[in-house]
């Protein structure tokens, strides 16, 4: 079983808009962080933004938000404000406390337009 | 800042040749990481490494081997290479602290061709 589900294969935006990225995650652990990364065409992993099993409060980053309900096991990722250079692959991923590697979903590519 | 590079953007290769790929990172991180990337497919980690001369498989470890004689540098090998490890492959580092919030930081990649 996917551990780290993300079912939007491709999302479009219009530019000034916000967009939220589907990610929903499967653990037994009850210590956990989750992470968002965005990989442009060039190719590199750029980190966004990470939420802990055990934080009270949703994070946030700037444009970037994490959606975190824990009781449904979902982390998604909202980015207001569009613009184009947000246009990317974005990956969702997980690490459980007793493992020191993530485990990443599938990706989602948002296209914003103008 | 954390900078990871990996040694070339592109590579093209032949069928059985020995291939290397190097990844040195700047902030004296204990872990690094080794993943392939294919469509459809995701991140698959390859191998890691929590320490000097220590190394752990990942998910997909056949048909390659690393080498972690330096902190900063952490190598993949592929000691015969084969057409199915045409791929991306990226290189990632974090501090190594025994966390959940230790957060992995990748190099641009490496696109290779195996011919």
């Known amino acids: 079983a996917q551990k780290i589900t993300q079912t939007q294969p491709g999302m479009f935006v219009q530019e000034k808009e916000a967009v939220t990225l589907d990610c929903t995650y499967d653990t037994s652990d009850p210590s956990y962080g989750l992470f968002w990364y965005k990989q442009p065409s060039s190719g590199e992993m750029i980190f966004l933004i990470y939420?802990?099993?055990?934080?009270?409060q949703n994070a946030t980053e700037g444009r970037y938000s994490l959606n975190f309900q824990k009781a449904r096991k979902s982390a998604n990722l909202v980015i207001s404000a569009s613009q184009l250079g947000d246009s990317a692959m974005y990956f969702c991923?997980?690490?459980?406390?007793?493992?020191?590697?993530?485990?990443f979903g599938k990706g989602t590519m948002l296209l914003v337009s103008p | 800042d954390v900078k990871v590079t990996q040694s070339s953007r592109y590579l093209v290769k032949r069928t059985g040749e020995k291939v290397f790929l190097e990844c040195v990172q700047d902030?004296?991180?204990?872990?690094m990481f080794w993943y392939r990337q294919d469509p459809g497919l995701g991140l698959r980690l390859i191998y890691f490494?929590?320490?000097?001369?220590?190394?752990e498989k990942g998910d997909i470890p056949e048909g390659y081997s690393v080498s972690r004689e330096k902190k900063e540098r952490f190598s993949l090998i592929l000691e015969s290479a084969s057409t199915n490890q045409t791929s991306m492959y990226l290189c990632?580092?974090?501090?190594?602290?025994?966390?959940?919030?230790?957060?992995?930081?990748f190099g641009p990649g490496t696109r290779l061709t195996v011919l």
């Open positions: 490494s929590y320490d000097v001369k220590m190394k």
């Open positions: 939420q802990g099993s055990y934080d009270q």
């Open positions: 990632a580092s974090s501090l190594g602290a025994s966390v959940i919030t230790d957060t992995q930081y």
């Open positions: 991923a997980m690490r459980e406390s007793r493992y020191s590697t993530l485990t």
């Open positions: 902030m004296d991180h204990e872990n």
